[in-house]
Nanobody, 129 residues
Framework: EVQLVESGGGLVQAGGSLRLSCAASGFRFDDYAIGWFRQAPGKEREGVSCIKSTDTSTYYADSVKGRFTISSDNAKNTVYLQMNSLKPEDTAVYYC??????????????????????WGQGTLVTVSS
């Protein structure tokens, strides 16, 4: 079973940085995807970023382009989301999610799919003004 454990949320002032981590286990196929979603109170869940295990596809929401960077460390089975120049509107609960066996699909499909294999527990990011 795919399992994800995330960490790194916290309170930061506008303009500051945080790095979220998502440690993954249980993937049985070489081609999988891990990404980040966020949800603020009263708002719909938003796909933030995604990376394929093959590093052939990435995705960034328009709202975070140029500020957030997703990366992976295969040796540690961990995906990171480096968040720079944080804004108050970035405040949300951030979740990592994964899907196993994703050959032929890119990160846009990952963001859109309703059939993700696993979710992390969520970590709260609060950006003060």
């Amino acid at each position: 079973e795919v399992q994800l454990v995330e960490s790194g949320g916290g309170l930061v002032q506008a303009g500051g940085s945080l790095r979220l981590s998502c440690a993954a286990s249980g993937f049985r196929f070489d081609d999988y995807a891990i990404g980040w979603f966020r949800q603020a109170p009263g708002k719909e869940r938003e796909g933030v970023s995604c990376i394929k295990s093959t590093d052939t596809s990435t995705y960034y929401a328009d709202s975070v382009k140029g500020r957030f960077t997703i990366s992976s460390d295969n040796a540690k089975n961990t995906v990171y989301l480096q968040m720079n120049s944080l804004k108050p509107e970035d405040t949300a609960v951030y979740y990592c999610a994964g899907i196993d066996g994703f050959t032929g699909y890119g990160c846009y499909a990952f963001i859109q799919t309703k059939n993700l294999d696993a979710w992390g527990q969520g970590t709260l990011v609060t950006v003060s003004s």
